[in-house]
């Protein structure tokens, strides 16, 4: 099949335009050629932001041609995959090729301690990470992941492999059953299953049929696929025999080619896939080159590498790893941890070999793997789906200057939904399972902050317990730690499916919480890390915004009324009632239940329903003109899904980093 060339040039659809938005754009005097050749020199992290300037730009950035230029003029990069053995965090660190010791990025990541080596090789800046029968997507240069559907499998254990497609233009990811623990060669079990997701697709995992059984590599087999030309390949076992299978992400079919000899190294070798003997201790190599994949031809390579014992250190094993961009030969070692990280890097047509030491951060004791020709890209992952279990159906806080918060079990995760990125917090260590956070911003330091306290779990019904730590983490602060402070006010937080999850106003977080059984209103101040208990006047859990201050409301009754308690001086604790009646409300919302949730930037009162409603709507009311209206908002959500909408939500090009 031949290969469809793609044009390098960047084609924008000009009719997506209005000349109203044209003369918005202050931009619009800069022509398109020359906003393009600036884009390309800005900094990767920097164009993910910048969709938020124009539709012009938006349409432009994440855009196929550009993308692809984009790539085709970015320097190949070394990213590194780095486990701390003795924490449960992975970070993943990029740096320039041709000198490792210069422009380092970190990018850090939570995770479990099986999870040690879970990524896929780069396949035009980004990486794949399967967690158990999970998949996720990361764009190691904007900080973005996406994480697909659960894989739905007969079996236990599963393998993923990640692709590019160049005809149609698109990542696809390939999943297969394998037997967990330790292979071995004699069973006669095959994986049954093989399931491919397209990202930009459907958002569902597609069921493939597979003609020639054979049974998928263990997890710690060297190499976990590499792609070469739309075509996936990787080791295999067929009736107990070693073999190369090629999956074409095109045709989305299988094939099997037969080894000329049984290693499982596969590597590309000058744009071609091989595979590749342990150098020996002289340095001497072989590899078998693939020259025809219809035919099952090979060829074969012999190298030895010049001034091999002076490079290396004899106590440890080395891969070749295949070839750059450039042409050089690389080698790297497999034991791990070495300290310092270095690679073996051999200009075949000079005969010259070196020893490229690569700075890594982290403790000397971790676990280290490398990837080379990566390079930054400034895709936008656009599907912002966040697996979850039941119990974090309302696991978002309400968003803060663009930001949003949600905890999962004992990890918080910080997203930010304008650019797709997601930040997951360390975890949070703790004497009890059940937490709760809260994200807020500190005006004065110019910082976002989560506080974390423990919760009962389960159903709460107002026991003497209280929360007994609290934890507070400062996004940027330096440290990357929760740091642990001290409450004055013993207090129970509410459960997380209450119907606020605090609020933040001027730098104060506001939630509703029980001191010895009766109702409060806790404020905790960001800037100075204090608590405080406020007696609320009336029992009431709704916790909102009315006119910048904060409020308690009660639930909207069957005629429309409502009562609202505002906090006028929380040091005197004095609080002034607001009670109204919305004209209409049986015309608008009929028998379903509403909830007041606070006052629009814009002054409007607004409420919503208090169970899913397809198609979902919500009243505004303007107190003023005493007009209210109903304001539906079509193709959002599931006809039974559970729905959460937060008001007074604005883009932040505001970039994640710890």
Not at 317 to 346: A, D, H, Q, V
Request: charged residues 20%; aromatic residues 10%.
């Amino acid at each position: 099949m031949k290969r469809a060339r793609r044009k390098k040039k960047i084609e924008i659809n000009q009719q997506r335009l209005t000349k109203k938005e044209d003369e918005n754009d202050p931009f619009s005097i800069i022509t398109l050629d020359l906003v393009v050749e600036i884009l390309l020199k800005v900094p990767t992290k920097s164009v993910a932001s910048l969709v938020l300037v124009s539709k012009q730009w938006l349409s432009l950035i994440r855009g196929k041609d550009f993308i692809n230029l984009y790539l085709a003029r970015s320097s190949p990069r070394l990213l590194l995959v780095v486990f701390a053995n003795n924490e449960e965090e992975q970070f993943l660190q990029t740096c320039s090729q041709v000198d490792p010791s210069s422009d380092s990025h970190r990018l850090n990541i939570t995770l479990d301690k099986n999870q040690v080596v879970g990524f896929s090789p780069p396949i035009r800046g980004l990486v794949c990470r399967q967690m158990d029968s999970k998949v996720r997507i990361a764009n190691p240069s904007t900080g973005q992941f996406v994480t697909l559907p659960r894989v739905k499998t007969t079996r236990k254990g599963i393998l993923s492999l990640f692709g590019y497609d160049p005809v149609n233009d698109v990542y696809k990811v390939l999943c297969m059953t394998i037997l967990q623990g330790r292979q071995r060669r004699e069973s006669q079990v095959v994986s049954e299953e093989h399931q491919v997701y397209t990202l930009g697709g459907q958002r569902k995992w597609r069921m493939i049929e597979c003609k020639h059984p054979h049974l998928p590599p263990p997890l710690n087999v060297v190499t976990k696929g590499i792609c070469i030309n739309g075509i996936l390949y990787y080791y295999a076992w067929i009736k107990s025999e070693a073999s190369l299978i090629s999956f074409d992400l095109i045709s989305e079919e299988f094939n099997a080619i037969k080894l000329p000899e049984d290693i499982p190294c596969v590597v590309n070798y000058i744009g071609k896939v091989a595979i590749a003997s342990w150098p020996t201790r002289n340095g001497e190599v072989h590899l078998w080159i693939l020259e025809d994949a219809d035919k099952q031809e090979w060829s074969k390579v012999s190298i030895v590498v010049p001034s091999w014992i002076d490079l290396i250190d004899i106590h440890h094993g080395y891969r070749f790893r295949g070839t750059l961009s450039t042409g050089e030969l690389i080698f790297s070692p497999w034991t791990f941890p070495i300290n310092p990280f270095y690679f073996i890097s051999y200009n075949l047509k000079e005969n010259i070999a070196k020893k490229v030491v690569v700075k890594v951060l982290g403790e000397p004791e971790a676990s280290r793997t490398i990837y080379f020709d990566h390079v930054e890209s400034p895709i936008f992952c656009q599907m912002l789906n966040i697996t979850q279990h039941r119990m974090h159906v309302y696991a978002f806080s309400p968003p803060i200057r663009g930001l949003i918060c949600r905890q999962m079990d004992s990890k918080v995760v910080i997203a930010n939904p304008g650019t797709g990125q997601i930040l997951t917090l360390p975890r949070v260590k703790t004497i009890r399972r059940g937490i709760l956070s809260f994200l807020g911003y500190d005006p004065v330091n110019d910082l976002y902050k989560v506080l974390c306290m423990t919760v009962l779990g389960g159903h709460q019904r107002r026991p003497q317990v209280v929360s007994e730590e609290h934890q507070v983490y400062t996004l940027g602060g330096g440290q990357q730690k929760w740091r642990m402070i001290e409450c004055e006010h013993p207090h129970l937080p509410p459960p997380s499916y209450l119907s606020t999850k605090g609020i933040c106003i001027n730098g104060i977080l506001y939630y509703y919480a029980w001191i010895q059984n009766e109702g409060a209103l806790i404020s905790f101040d960001l800037i100075s890390e204090e608590f405080n208990a406020i007696k609320l006047p009336e029992d009431i859990k709704c916790v909102v915004n009315y006119n910048g201050k904060i409020a308690i409301a009660s639930l909207t009754t069957i005629n429309g009324e409502v009562h609202i308690w505002v906090l006028e001086d929380a040091s005197k604790q004095e609080w002034s009632k607001v009670s109204f009646v919305v004209p209409s409300w049986i015309d608008l919302v009929g028998k379903n239940g509403f909830r007041f949730r606070g006052t629009l930037s814009t002054g409007e009162l607004i409420f919503s329903p208090t169970s899913c409603i397809k198609p979902f709507y919500f009243i505004s009311y303007n107190l003023k003109e005493n007009n209210a209206k109903k304001v539906v908002v079509e193709g959002i959500g599931y006809p039974y899904g559970s729905l959460e909408v937060y008001f007074n939500h604005v883009e932040s090009p505001v970039f994640l980093s710890n």
